[in-house]
């Protein structure tokens, strides 16, 4: 059975729901408004280039009302250097956590508040 999470309380969910059992929240909306999708890793960065980016999203992001980013990070070294440098942004409290999209594992959910 194909599973979703909800962004807003982190339940998994049958994918074939469209509200949240827990929460009530609306999930085939959750992906606009609080969420922020920034693709890293499709227009030829380099991986320096890629964290660089992320760094300044996420900075940007921390600023304003955005809960999460969505990041786009493809499937190769963007995406592992990319799983490191959040660890570590986690550790010193900058995001709250991240983890690999259920349904695309080449999306990281990172979520800041
Ligand atoms: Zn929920």
Redesign the pocket.
């Known amino acids: 059975m194909k599973q979703q999470t ?6 998994n ?1 049958m994918a074939t729901m469209d509200h ?6 609306d ?1 085939r909306s959750q992906h606009d408004g609080s969420t922020f999708t920034i693709d890293i890793a499709h227009q030829g960065e380099s991986v320096s280039e890629a964290l660089k980016k992320m760094q300044g999203e996420i900075d940007l992001a921390r600023q304003d009302v955005v809960m999460r980013i969505r990041l786009v990070v493809g499937s190769g070294m963007i995406r592992d250097e990319a799983m490191l440098y959040l660890r570590d942004l986690e550790h010193r409290g900058e995001i709250k956590d991240f983890d690999l999209e259920l349904s695309n594992a080449g999306a990281i959910l990172v979520r800041l508040k």
């Open positions: 909800c962004l807003v309380c982190g339940m969910i949240c059992p827990k929460c009530d929240n999930l």
